[in-house]
């Protein structure tokens, strides 16, 4: 079964999908190994992890695509991809749309911001007119291959225009051919219910869970009450990583060891386990 096929079965399904944010091939496994059945690939975590910069639009469509082959050689869990405003025009997103469906992606999540884009809990974005946005949902359409490679139309204009804005913005982008709806950063339960009663029996909502974010929900059980289908955890791997990195630094400069620390830390035999080292000796051992 394709990606693609696992991800059309996953929302066919009743219940809520959690969907963790991956940045590279270890976070990929990681979130499989624990039974999670769809990724998320954010932008800000590539932007963090990769280049160790803010969430603020630097993020190339080829740095993008060279992260999504890196994830598929090894991983076969779907992988729902940030491709932020399609990374320019309508021409821009149905090069981005080939591009990035060759290297693995199942979905691909655009949004209407103004290039260069930004976080969409961070003041001061902006935001496309919605027939543009209408214009670039007709050319990822038009430029996907396979059918079932999902398009997440995303608005961020709840926070720029106001709540009856990014409602007309939806209802335009489920008539355009989006397979699946986000409205970034509601305010209010009420403003998410709203949203559920008229969207969530016609197409899967998305809602965002990130640390530190604008949500007016924290958990993801609450939004099956809501009628949403995915929840997006982008970047909380890496939010667990930053203060233990840092904890585990700290020791090592003040005690120069690591056996003395008193979290637990993995060794290189647990690692290799996890990352399946043995199957690739095995396999070596066949050609000898």
Known sequence: MTPQQQLKQLL??????????????????????????????????IAFSRFGVADIGLVSMSEVAATISAIREYND???AVDIDTGFGNA???QRTVKVLEQAGATAMQMEDQLMPKRCGHMKGKQVVPAAEMVGKIHAFVDARTNDNTLLIARTDALGVNGFDDAMERA?????????????EAPKTV???????????????????????????????????????KIALFPVALLHSFIPKAQDILK?????GNTNTYEQPLW????????????????????YK
């Not at 990929?28 to 975590?45: C, D, K, P």
């Not at 020791?251 to 005690?255: D, R």
């Not at 060794?267 to 066949?286: F, G, H, R, V």
């Open 12 to 45: 066919a399904r009743a219940g809520v999908i959690k969907a963790p944010g991956v940045f590279d091939g270890l976070s990929a496994r990681l979130v499989q190994s624990q039974g999670f059945e769809l990724a998320f690939v954010s932008g800000a975590g």
């Open 77 to 79: 869990i779907p992988l």
């Open 91 to 93: 021409v821009n997103t």
């Open 171 to 183: 209802r335009r982008y489920v008539d355009a051919g989006a397979d699946l709806l986000f409205i």
């Open 190 to 228: 009420e403003q998410m219910q709203i949203i559920g009663k008229e969207f969530g029996d016609k197409i899967p909502l998305v809602h965002n869970l990130v640390e530190g974010g604008n949500s007016p929900i924290t958990n993801s059980d609450d939004m099956a009450a809501l009628n949403y």
């Open 251 to 255: 020791h090592i400069e003040k005690t």
């Open 267 to 286: 060794n290189l035999n647990q690692t290799n386990a996890l990352l399946k080292a043995q199957d690739y000796l095995d396999k070596a051992e066949k």
